[in-house]
């Protein structure tokens, strides 16, 4: 078993001091968990202003959030907008107490112009804990099911659960959770997708809409729309696997790589 608390809450506005003292509230009234999840860009909001928000790769956030992760005994995921190498990034961390792990989107919201600020990334991570194989995406991501798409080779799958960390507007809501729930069923995963709640500075309205699906499609949550809210998840891996042995679908699928 795993136990997974996701933090649906409001974002201020580039403004990582102040976040982060909101988040340190949380992480001491929190009962101990194995991973945290926090929603994309959970310093600042989703905000295109990266000359003047991203911070180094090994930045103050960074150090922050391992130092969380050793008094919590647990592992923390959330993204930051990052400079490396003379590009941004939309980077998505797994931290442990002594491991650190990077994601950085891949697909990235034209709509909204993160294409011409960040530079998307190129490379999967499926990283794993307490025997658990955990694949992180972020918020667009959600839209592009091959980049999402588990496996099955050599009596192996690919992974266990999907997490999707996103500022994703109530707008759009409807999607958000049906495609949550789609992604569970076609890949045979729990899925965990964090959203935040709030207005950020661009005028755009979230509601959260938080969701916990296990394998089936079945919704493992309660998380109320536009409310600040800490829920904790146990996934169980024997009720994985039995439900993967006694229905095999994914046996049953083409075996593909992506060219990217």
Not at 105 to 123: I, P, T, V, W
Not at 165 to 179: E, K
Not at 227 to 233: G, R
Request: aromatic share 14%; glycine share 4%; hydrophobic share 40%.
């Amino acid at each position: 078993m795993i136990k997974i608390a996701s933090i649906q809450t409001d974002i201020i506005w580039e403004n990582p001091k102040a976040n982060k003292l909101e988040y340190d509230k949380l992480f001491q009234s929190l009962e101990p968990v194995d991973l945290i999840v926090l929603p994309e860009m959970f310093t600042t909001g989703f905000s295109m202003n990266a000359e003047n928000i991203a911070e180094k790769n090994s930045g103050d956030t960074l150090f922050w959030l391992q130092e969380h992760s050793k008094s919590l005994g647990g592992c923390i995921i959330g993204s930051l907008p990052i400079k490396s190498n003379n590009k941004f990034f939309n980077r998505l961390y797994v931290v442990k107490p002594n491991e650190i792990q990077y994601y950085d989107k891949r697909y990235l919201f034209s709509m909204a112009q993160e294409d011409r600020h960040y530079s998307k990334g190129e490379k999967e991570l499926v990283f794993e804990l307490k025997g658990w194989k955990i694949k992180p995406l972020i918020c667009y991501d959600l839209r592009f099911p091959l980049w999402s798409k588990n496996k099955y080779k050599n009596k192996e799958f690919d992974y266990d659960v999907l997490v999707y960390i996103a500022n994703w507007p109530a707008a759009r809501s409807n999607a958000w959770i049906s495609l949550l729930k789609a992604r569970a069923i076609e890949n045979m995963s729990y899925v965990v997708g964090v959203n935040r709640i709030g207005q950020d500075a661009n005028e755009i309205k979230y509601n959260g809409s938080s969701r916990v699906y296990d394998f089936k499609g079945e919704r493992m949550d309660d998380f109320k729309d536009n409310m600040p809210t800490v829920k904790i998840n146990n996934l169980v891996k024997r009720e994985l696997v039995s439900f993967r042995n006694k229905f095999p679908v994914l046996k049953d699928a083409d075996d593909f790589n992506l060219l990217i």
